[in-house]
T-cell receptor, first 114, second 116 residues
Framework: DVKVTQSSRYLVKRTGEKVFLECVQDMDHENMFWYRQDPGLGLRLIYFSYDVKMKEKGDIPEGYSVSREKKERFSLILESASTNQTSMYLC?????????????FGPGTRLTVL | AQKVTQAQTEISVVEKEDVTLDCVYETRDTTYYLFWYKQPPSGELVFLIRRNSFDEQNEISGRYSWNFQKSTSSFNFTITASQVVDSAVYFCALSEANTGGFKTIFGAGTRLFVKA
């Protein structure tokens, strides 16, 4: 089974702090994704990476950056956390092979910025 | 532009009732993929089904069934004889082949409550 893990389930930070959210997958998937989930808005794509050291902006990249130095690990960085970044953050990975392009998700990190 | 609409925000049913979750999508691409995911209270989204645009066959998996109709741009999900364990948020999603499938658009989700 694919396993996607995220470093924290719950995180509380203060405005202006630098925040790192870590995601690790164990299935050698090329593609990895970061989403945020907010009530009534579903999941929105922040950044994705189609391979090591490659990254692309998603729909809402402002205020975020990412790092992918190793295939299994994809980090989301909030350079200076703000209260409007309080949200649930979900990491996902995927192997893209023909039609097999469903994503596998981690348990999520609920971040609160005070 | 791609868009996914799940008009039902919350649905509440009593155990053993059948329930249908609606999903309407918009896309200009001729090749696309549709998905349903389940998010139980634990928070982790679980993949349920993928359908590509060339395959309009309906699918049944145990108590779950999916009705894909390109004519109405809908991909509805029915749970037969619902159970308390079906209580979750369900997301419908769409990804277009012309984005390499990298940009998946999710609906807002439908929260299903199944009461014993």
């Amino acid at each position: 089974d694919v396993k996607v893990t995220q470093s924290s389930r719950y995180l509380v930070k203060r405005t202006g702090e630098k925040v790192f959210l870590e995601c690790v997958q164990d299935m050698d998937h090329e593609n990895m994704f970061w989403y945020r989930q907010d009530p009534g808005l579903g999941l929105r794509l922040i950044y994705f990476s189609y391979d090591v050291k490659m990254k692309e902006k998603g729909d809402i990249p402002e205020g975020y950056s990412v790092s992918r130095e190793k295939k299994e690990r994809f980090s989301l960085i909030l350079e200076s956390a703000s209260t409007n970044q309080t949200s649930m953050y979900l990491c996902a990975s995927r192997i893209f092979s023909g039609n097999h392009n469903e994503q596998f998700f981690g348990p999520g990190t609920r971040l609160t910025v005070l | 532009a791609q868009k996914v609409t799940q008009a039902q925000t919350e649905i509440s049913v009593v155990e053993k009732e059948d329930v249908t979750l609606d999903c309407v999508y918009e896309t200009r691409d001729t090749t696309y993929y549709l998905f349903w995911y389940k998010q139980p209270p634990s928070g982790e989204l679980v993949f349920l089904i993928r359908r590509n645009s060339f395959d309009e066959q309906n699918e049944i998996s145990g108590r779950y069934s999916w009705n894909f109709q390109k004519s109405t741009s809908s991909f509805n999900f029915t749970i037969t004889a619902s159970q308390v364990v079906d209580s979750a948020v369900y997301f419908c999603a769409l990804s277009e082949a012309n984005t390499g499938g990298f940009k998946t658009i999710f609906g807002a989700g439908t929260r299903l409550f199944v009461k014993a």
